[in-house]
């Protein structure tokens, strides 16, 4: 069988995660002479490329969690300038000054309830 068509049936046997590389050979090189240690040599270049843009995507995706799980807690459950009950300083000085809070109740002096 010759080499010609030995590289096309890998080309057509090759799974669809290779579809754009098979493409890419199929048309830019002249596959009546391509040998089937070339075509193996740029699928393999193909794999390598790819495995490069997976591994540092893994890698963020790690670090992105570990970062999580070490910042603070949000804005009233222990984050900076609250209690241990997750009250910030201002909302504990109000109420101990008995000033009410109207922000965010949904209420407030100039709607007249």
């Known amino acids: 069988m010759p080499a010609s068509q030995v590289v096309e049936k890998i080309l057509r046997s090759l799974t669809n995660n290779f579809k754009n590389v098979v493409c890419a050979i199929e048309e830019s090189k002249d596959l009546s002479t391509l040998t089937v240690e ?21 890698q963020l995706l790690q670090m992105k969690g570990k970062t999580q799980n070490t910042q603070g807690r949000g804005r009233y459950r222990g984050g900076i300038g609250s209690d241990s009950s997750g009250r910030s300083r201002g909302q504990e000085e109000k109420e101990q000054s008995g000033q009410q809070n109207w922000h965010g109740s949904g209420r407030g002096p100039w709607r007249g309830d």
Not at 43 to 55: D, S
């Open 38 to 58: 070339e075509l193996v040599e740029s699928l393999e270049a193909y794999e390598q490329r790819k495995k490069k843009k997976v591994e540092p995507l893994d």
